[in-house]
């Protein structure tokens, strides 16, 4: 087994025997949910306050293990699953630090919740970028649309583009720490304009080709 894989299962274990040792440490109704501005709008039984993020992160991981198989193009899926397997490593740390945020709330631990979760998000995008940079033509990772799916050539020069864009994006994100009150469209601007963009670019790269 890969070694990211074993750290993975290992950190999915974590939050499981997390969940079981705070069950009874925890309110009944646990904070679950914060809106735009920071405030709690969300609760939750505690029985679900501890194990969703814990069922969601194993169901993730299992689909992410079962795509590399299913894919008519799994071969390709190979050539970059390096980046691929680190990606879900990172995706499962990203989902382990938003669910123990969670729990230090519910421990009465008050903090920005909004902005402590900027940081882990703009790392999260910056290596999508990575990952996007170097995938190859499969039906699903990357930017897939019908025109970088009818075309290898379209396929790498979009993913390529869409891969700095990420990082951009990415670093963009990191603004919303030091400008908490507008952290929320230092995300969503950006990440928005590069899927309009890349829809576009790939239209127009593929009828490019064509002529």
């Known amino acids: 087994m890969k070694k990211t894989n074993i750290i993975t299962i290992l950190l999915i274990l974590i939050s499981f025997i997390?969940?079981?040792?705070?069950?009874?440490?925890?309110?009944?109704?646990m904070a679950s949910h914060w809106n735009?501005?920071?405030?709690?709008?969300?609760?939750?039984?505690?029985?679900?306050?501890?194990?969703?993020?814990?069922?969601?992160?194993?169901?993730?991981?299992?689909?992410?293990?079962?795509?590399?198989?299913?894919?008519?193009?799994?071969g390709n899926?190979?050539?970059f699953r390096r980046y691929y397997d680190l990606f879900i490593l990172f995706m499962v740390i990203f989902m382990l630090y938003i669910y123990f945020l969670i729990i230090l709330w519910n421990f009465n631990v008050l903090f920005d919740m909004n902005r402590l979760l900027i940081p882990a998000m703009?790392?999260?995008?910056?290596?999508?970028?990575?990952?996007?940079?170097n995938a190859k033509m499969?039906?699903?990772?990357?930017?897939?649309t019908p025109w970088?799916?009818?075309?290898?050539?379209?396929?790498n020069k979009t993913n390529r583009l869409g891969g700095k864009l990420f990082k951009?994006?990415?670093l963009i994100a990191f603004l919303g720490f030091f400008f908490p009150d507008y952290s929320v469209l230092l995300i969503m601007i950006?990440?928005?304009?590069?899927?309009?963009?890349?829809?576009?670019?790939?239209?127009f790269e593929y009828k490019k080709e064509k002529k």
Do not use: C, H
Request: hydrophobic fraction near 55%; proline fraction near 7%.
């Open 168 to 170: 951009i994006a990415a």
């Open 190 to 203: 950006p990440v928005l304009s590069l899927v309009i963009f890349a829809v576009l670019y790939s239209f």
């Open 138 to 144: 499969n039906w699903f990772v990357g930017i897939r």
């Open 36 to 74: 735009a501005q920071g405030q709690v709008d969300g609760y939750m039984p505690k029985f679900w306050g501890l194990f969703l993020l814990p069922l969601i992160i194993l169901g993730l991981f299992l689909l992410f293990l079962l795509i590399p198989k299913i894919d008519p193009l799994k």
């Open 122 to 133: 703009g790392l999260l995008f910056f290596y999508a970028g990575v990952l996007t940079e």
């Open 18 to 29: 997390s969940a079981v040792y705070l069950y009874p440490r925890m309110p009944g109704q």
């Open 77 to 79: 899926i190979k050539k």
């Open 148 to 155: 970088t799916l009818s075309s290898e050539k379209v396929w």
